[in-house]
Each structure stands twice: as structure tokens, then as C-alpha cells.
């Protein structure tokens, strides 16, 4: 199988990497975002955990994308209605669209609030945005907002992928997996 | 012999035998429970299951239901002034930490002088407690916030126990006073509240923000270049003299007088303050605020702090800071304090609440100077 494979039985092995990689530090991103906006004893570790994964996350995005451009991703089967196609489609570019803007959103809404983008201990981020409470608080709002699609998107990402793996046994799930096509 | 589900040798196995049938309806019923779970176990840690934990939100809406709504203002301390000056550390400050801010370099300072209490318009002769936040460092660097009150100890030492003087403390929409059972309730389970009570009758109050001492209150961790670690807790110590304002002269005193004398001295020069860092002895109490250190613990004098300039909080930059005390350099870290957990998770929510007002155009009135009478 060349790189330039027209349709491969499987994502590449950069793609499944950063995949399962990604998945990780996102759902743990999720739970560490909620967890530090409520709890009052927590948000200290979370939040200097939550800045730097963010900014990981964002990095591993950039290279993913670059990636999905080059490689040809395997087909969807066939067998598969145009719906659940088209809903595949639009929730990839989705997850896509927000694992790049969330840790946009967070750092433009640090430097908007004027506090320190800090990754560890005397090493800040430059601010990205100016310090203005009208862009804070709409920046501060798209980041809820937006990490609570990304959480739902993520739940129905992961229902449609066991779906794959345990109803249709399709070949899908194997494609992430590295597991060999069925057929 | 043969189960009646399964096919005949030879026969056609049918469209979909039960077996199979079964294996989809536990897949079902398997991923639909995952998907429960997850959405179960984001919402139990954003708080919104689970009613036995408190939030950072429940702490701040009790607060708010204490003080009434004043859109756009701080939360608590919602009066003050903003001010600029400078700081500059020591070498005895740069012996035990290897923060910036005592690297001998003259830092800029912005901050805040505030007085206790949810009422952006309260009189200053009413309130006990003062306050004075910095931000030292500017935009785009690691800064070293802090967040000082005038009391020395804490009246409680966990957010749970802030949260239940809180609830005590809530006036009574009738008389518009807290109510005194629910009130000796709360002291009868807080000895440290109750002694905090004492000093708020018997320390004398000073008549001015510059004349007045403020404390860190809780401890946080010098670390110096070498990597050695040391407990501390710190104060401003004024260079201007005390002075008492009696209970007499409060009666007469006017609403806004601390800021008309922070005015009026800064006119006739700059003001200043010596940063003490005390420094705790092993099996002193860290995590507990509510607790003072023996006065015979050792101090040093790390730095010094200048006050140039004030403006109304209005227009000013401090309105728009959140002074988190656990917004730390390099060389200056939290202690396991939980006080001080809660202060950076509370202060959060005040900030965006506050933030999303002004944006929302709720709170012209504390973007607007007041008019001086």
C-alpha cells in the first residue's frame, strides 16, 4: 500500500496515532474544563493543567489536518444510507473546527482578561487579543459554548464508532484501529 | 439435535435469526449506556448532579444574595479606587525567592485600595475590613498578583465554612439584619469567627488606606535560585504613621473620605510601604488561615512599594483585573491552603459575571465616574 493509496483500508499510521493521542488529552481536556469552573478546591492544578494541554492540542490539530490533506482517508462502505455519510462527513470537520478553535478561544480569552497565558512556572504566551471586557465576555461565552458541542459531538463520534464496531461491523472502526477490513 | 434458533444444515438461515437479533440489542443497549455514562459523569463534574458538593457558583450567588445586585461590580469589595506606582525587591527578598519582582529591577505596580462588603456605594466609615490588590508585572509577562486585607487572620478556614457564615450572615429581608440565632449557630461551631469578632471590636481603625497594614493572610512558598523552599506569609507595612479615627470621628466621617485623603496625600508626593515576608517555623499551621503565627517568627524586609497615582475604579484599570492570588511568578507558589483555592475559583466566577454585564450593558453604573457631591 503506496502513501497515495486512492482508497486505503486504513487511516495512516500518523493519523491513528494522533487520533487515540488526541482523544485522550480532549475528553481529559472536557472534564478538566467543567471540573475547574466548579469546583472551589481543584481549579488551581486543573487550570495550570488545562493552559499547556490546550496549547498541545492545538499543535497536534495543526499537524493532523496537514496530514488528513495529504493522505486520503478510507472510504466510507457503500452499504451506508447518504445520511449517516453526510453526518459522518460534517461531524469530522467539525471535531476538526473545534479541537483548532477551542484552544484559540481560550488563549485570545486569556489575553483579553489581561491575565498571563502561563505554561509552566516563569513561561507566558503572548497575548493574542486586546484587553477589552466586551471581547472577554464573548470569548468567555464561545468557549462554554462551544467546549459543550465539542463534548456532544464527541459522545455521538464515539456512539457512531461502536455502532460500527458492534452492529454493523462495517470495517470503520477497523480503519482507526488498524485492524484489517472484513471482506 | 438441533436449538430451535438455529438454522437446518443446508436451510436458508433467514433474514435474521434471534441470536443475532439479541447480540445487536445488547451492542444497543451497550453503546447507549456509554453514552449516558459520559453525559452523566460531565454533568456530575460541572456540578450540576450531585447536590452534596459545594460550587464555586453557590458560593458566589450566596454572596450575591447577600449584597444585592450591583450588575458590573465586584462581587465582594465592590468598593475602591484604582492606583499605579512601583515596586522594587532586595537583596535580602531575592536571598529567599527567585521572583522578578526582587530581582532589584523597579517593576510597575497596578492595583486597587477597597473596602470590605457587596455595596459599590457603601459608606467607609462602615466597613471594618480594607483591602489593597497588586498586579506587579505587566501585559504579557508572568506577574505576581496579590489580594491583602487589613484583618491578620481569617475568620474561617475552609470554603465550606466561608459559605456557611455566608448563609448565617444573610439580612433578613424585614429588618434588613442578619439573623442573631442563625449567626450564634454559626460562632458556637467557629471559635476562629468568634475571635475574628474580638479583633473586629477592639483593633483600633486607622484613618486612611496609606496608614493601614495589609496581609497576605494566607501562606504561600518562597522558592529561591537554588531550589530551597520556605512556608511564608507577608504584609505592607506603612511608612505612614498611624493614625486612629475614633468612633466619634466615624459618625462624622463622610462616605467616600478614604478616597478624598488617598487624594489629597497624593498630591504632596508619592506614598510608600515595606513588603515583610514572615517566615514560619517548622510545625506551624500553613493550610489554615484562620490561624496567626507567634509574633516571634523571623521577618525580612523584601521589597518596597511605591503609590503614584489613583483614579476612580470606573475608568481605571484595575476595574477590569481580576487580582487571583494564585496568579504567582517564578519563585513564589501556593501552600495547600484551601482558602486559597476557593479564592481563585470564586474570584473567577465574580470576574465573569461581571465581565458579561458590562459587555451586556448591564453595568453602566460602574463604568460611569460617580458625580463627587
Redesign the interface.
Known sequence: MSAHDTNPAHFNRTARSLHWLMAVLIIAM??IG???????????WLIDLHRPMGIAILLLAVLRLRNRMRHQPPALPASLPVWQRRAAHASHWLLYGLMVALPVIGWAMLSA????V?MA????L??IAP????V???L??AHGWLAYLL?ATV?LH??AA??HA??YRDGVFGAMTGARKPG | MNYPDEPLPGSDPGPDPSPERLRRALALAGIGAIALGAVGAFAWTAGWLGADRLTAGQVVDAVEANGGPHPGFRRAHAKGVCITGTFTGSADGRALSAAEAFSGETLPVLGRFSIGGGDPHGSDASARVRSLALQLGGRGEPQWRMAMNSFPFLAVATPQAFHQQTLASRPDPATGKADPVAMEAFLADHPRARAFQQWAKAAPWSDSWANTEYNSVNAFRFVDADGGERFVRWSMQPRTPFRELDAAERERADAGFLAADLDQRLQSGPLHWDMVVTLAAPGDVVEDPSVPWPDARDQVVVGTLTLLHAEPQSTGACRDINFDPLVLPHGVAASGDPILAARSATYAQSFNRRQRELALGQGNAATTPEATP
Open positions: 472536557l472534564f467543567v471540573g475547574m469552573v466548579s469546583s472551589v478546591s481543584a481549579r488551581p482578561a489581561g491575565d498571563p502561563r512556572s516563569g513561561l507566558v503572548p497575548p484587553q477589552d471586557p466586551l472577554y465576555a464573548a468567555r461565552a463534548f459522545v464515539v456512539s461502536l455502532l458492534w452492529v
